[in-house]
């Protein structure tokens, strides 16, 4: 019996396992195979027909062992896909029937590619990155490990993301030039609706439209 889990049972755990059931099933026709939620923390038993599983019983399984991370927090993500990977865990994408990924595009292990989202051609994704609903990955786009998209994250083409950037929902990237990419840096935040139209710096959040730097206000 093989055991594909999905980490966490939160809200988003929750909306992805059902597309990480169907996709499987239709993989694993002649297979047997087992979808169960896997949870660092908090009570174990069954969620929506799935059984749960604590981190513990799910390595210790003495079967072969799939798993992708349904959490938005990209350090969480980052320091529980190596601590499964050391356990003999293999990464898995999981990806809804209704997404679409065009022409010449290489996406990393793990990934998540939800209900509705879309990469067109010759875009680079980097290890377990996150498309929620109703986002979209243009052309010649460079993307590193451990992004998340919130939904309907609009990311035109020649726009370089680097790992765990995080883009809130709505927000739109205008599209780089050949020569000179926007560029989302490293653990940047993009908030909710914002528009971008010119490089962010590592670490920065940016808000509103145009998207400018959020200042925090004095204590």
Do not use: W
């Amino acid at each position: 019996m093989k055991l594909y889990g999905v980490v966490g049972a939160g809200g988003f755990g929750r909306e992805v396992m059902p597309f990480v059931q169907e996709t499987l099933a239709a993989s694993h026709e002649e297979e047997e195979f087992e979808a169960v939620f896997v949870v660092e923390f908090g009570d174990t038993g069954v969620v929506n027909s799935h059984r749960v599983l604590s981190t513990d019983q799910f390595l210790a399984d003495s079967g072969e062992k799939h798993f992708t991370v349904a959490i938005s927090d990209s350090q969480v993500r980052e320091r529980i896909s190596r601590k499964f990977i050391r356990r003999a865990a293999t990464p898995f994408s999981a990806s809804a029937l209704n997404s679409v990924c065009m022409s010449g595009n290489t996406v990393g292990e793990g990934a998540i590619l939800c209900a509705f989202t879309t990469i067109t051609s010759n875009a680079q994704i980097g290890r377990f990155f996150h498309a929620n609903i109703y986002s979209y990955v243009a052309h010649d786009c460079r993307i590193g490990d451990f992004v998340t998209f919130a939904p309907n994250v609009h990311c035109n083409g020649r726009i370089v993301i680097e790992d765990h950037a995080y883009l809130g929902t709505g927000a739109i990237l205008r599209e780089g030039a050949a020569d000179q990419p926007i560029v989302i840096g490293r653990g940047a935040v993009v908030g909710m609706g914002a528009v971008v139209t010119r490089s962010v710096a590592p670490g920065t959040t940016v808000i509103g439209n145009p998207a400018r730097v959020m200042e925090k206000r004095p204590g």
